[in-house]
């Protein structure tokens, strides 16, 4: 069955690592926000892929508007990376910028409303806190795999918040970071047709071209974005695997029962 409610969901499965091995499918999985699950997909989801954890990294306020579909026999936790304020979300805009800039016609609140990615990916790994929660769901990928469970993790597009977790797992595991930069890009293709339709919509009716090219920009998984957010890595703490072993907490001997937990040969021929 295909999973159409499910948007941006993609399986890390059959990426090749540096020692020629790939991550198993169906390990670990990503995608955006749950809230439109349809109750056979529910189903298929929790059959194809359980036993299965489900990790929501939005806000509260994005899990209050739009609350992930109950799918029975999944382990939800909630796992908010940001504070709305890091992504522009306030009383007066809510979770749904597009909702927002549709009924505004102020110039400088819309672009108000518009999140600086570039200048986000550059300081989230600075943030002691958010570097606290990204540890946080890091290692509970970690102990699901070693406990033989799948995982999803997910925020509301599935491209951002997922994106920098994504890179780090793809990290931690081995891939190199150029490689870890192209898998990044793959989480911001599915929203390609709504960058380019926010970005006409905010020209010809609000008149802010402007607006239209950050909003086009910030609809995309840019590798400059991915790269902002290592350099900030390097720059912190070293490099990323300083990073993994002194603040994380992650070790090399974990690395491995992780890694022999998710991977399969490269010539393995799954089911």
């Known amino acids: 069955?295909?999973?159409?409610?499910?948007?941006?969901?993609?399986?890390?499965?059959?990426?090749?690592?540096?020692?020629?091995?790939?991550?198993?499918?169906?390990?670990?999985?990503?995608?955006a926000s749950l809230d439109e699950v349809s109750d056979l997909e529910a189903a298929a989801l929790s059959d194809r892929f359980g036993p299965l954890t489900v990790i929501d990294l939005r806000t509260d306020t994005e899990v209050q508007e739009k609350p992930?579909?109950?799918?029975?026999?999944?382990?939800?936790?909630?796992?908010?990376?940001?504070?709305?304020?890091?992504?522009?979300?306030?009383?007066?805009?809510?979770?749904?910028?597009?909702?927002?800039?549709?009924?505004?016609?102020?110039?400088?609140?819309?672009?108000?409303?518009?999140?600086?990615?570039?200048?986000?990916?550059?300081?989230?790994?600075?943030?002691?806190?958010?570097?606290?929660?990204?540890s946080e769901v890091l290692h509970l990928i970690v102990k699901n795999a070693l406990q033989g469970r799948a995982t999803l993790f997910h925020c509301s597009q599935g491209k951002d918040r997922t994106g920098a977790v994504s890179a780090l797992l793809l990290s931690f595991c081995g891939l190199d970071r150029e490689?870890?930069?192209?898998?990044?890009?793959?989480?911001?293709?599915?929203?390609?047709?709504?960058?380019?339709?926010?970005a006409v919509l905010l020209t010809l009716f609000k008149w802010d071209v402007k607006a239209a090219r950050i909003a086009y920009k910030a609809n995309l998984a840019r590798r400059e974005f991915i790269r902002a957010a290592y350099d900030a890595i390097d720059e912190e703490y070293?490099?990323?695997?300083?990073?993994?072993?002194?603040?994380?907490?992650?070790?090399?001997?974990?690395?491995?029962?992780?890694?022999?937990?998710?991977?399969e040969p490269a010539n393995f021929q799954s089911a």
């Open 179 to 198: 490689s870890v930069f192209d898998d990044y890009e793959r989480g911001g293709l599915f929203w390609r047709g709504k960058a380019l339709k926010d």
């Open 1 to 31: 069955m295909k999973l159409e409610n499910i948007k941006n969901l993609l399986d890390l499965g059959g990426i090749t690592l540096a020692d020629g091995r790939r991550i198993a499918p169906g390990r670990i999985l990503r995608s």
């Open 68 to 134: 992930d579909v109950h799918i029975p026999g999944v382990q939800y936790v909630h796992i908010p990376i940001f504070k709305e304020s890091v992504i522009g979300i306030t009383k007066e805009t809510g979770a749904d910028t597009g909702a927002y800039i549709k009924r505004t016609w102020n110039r400088k609140a819309i672009r108000a409303a518009l999140p600086d990615m570039l200048d986000i990916y550059g300081s989230v790994m600075r943030d002691p806190s958010i570097v606290a929660r990204i």
């Open 238 to 263: 070293g490099s990323v695997e300083r990073l993994f072993r002194d603040v994380i907490g992650l070790s090399d001997e974990v690395r491995s029962r992780f890694l022999a937990a998710v991977t």
